[in-house]
């Protein structure tokens, strides 16, 4: 019976003796699971791919344009975001009444109110009721922190 010889991929194998872990799970120095590991000298494929456009990137953005100028609709839109970003939504300041020292749901009621009356839009009454309602957690957070330091203090 003949030995069958080993395959392409497997010629560079190199067999370890030794365990490559200790009991914790941890590599033991010395030993590794990929012992030939990547050649030194030899460069990621982000760094490959990042010198080629340092060397191409005009000719690339030149050709970009160009098509953006004869009409590509695509190339526009590649050319024109990254000249100038989409445009985010920002809202207007309002004023409203809003009794701060009013109980929260008093405080959500004046904000559905306000809107209600026109004085804010419902994008800015959301925001709003949002901002309310993680301030209540926050101070719920603050209450309970006192109560268990309280407890604590009674425990001691």
Do not use: Y
Not at 38 to 63: C, I, M, Y
Not at 68 to 84: E, F, H, P, Y
Not at 86 to 110: G, I, N, S
Request: hydrophobic share 40%.
């Amino acid at each position: 019976m003949t030995t069958a010889e080993q395959p392409e991929w497997l010629k560079n194998h190199v067999a370890q003796s030794g365990p490559l872990q200790d009991g914790r799970g941890k590599f033991v120095p010395g030993f590794s699971g990929n012992p030939t590991g990547r050649p030194k000298g030899s460069k990621a494929k982000k760094t490959l791919v990042a010198q080629e456009f340092e060397k191409e990137g005009s000719a690339v953005a030149a050709v970009v344009i160009e098509k953006a100028k004869g009409g590509d609709m695509t190339a526009a839109n590649l050319v024109l975001q990254r000249i100038s970003p989409p445009l985010k939504t920002r809202a207007e300041k309002v004023r409203f009444e809003l009794d701060a020292h009013a109980p929260l749901t008093q405080q959500a009621r004046q904000v559905l109110t306000a809107m209600a009356m026109g004085e804010i839009d419902p994008d800015t009454a959301q925001v709003v009721i949002n901002c309310i309602s993680a301030f209540a957690g926050l101070r719920q957070v603050d209450e309970l922190d006192a109560r268990l330091a309280e407890l604590e203090r009674r425990a001691a």
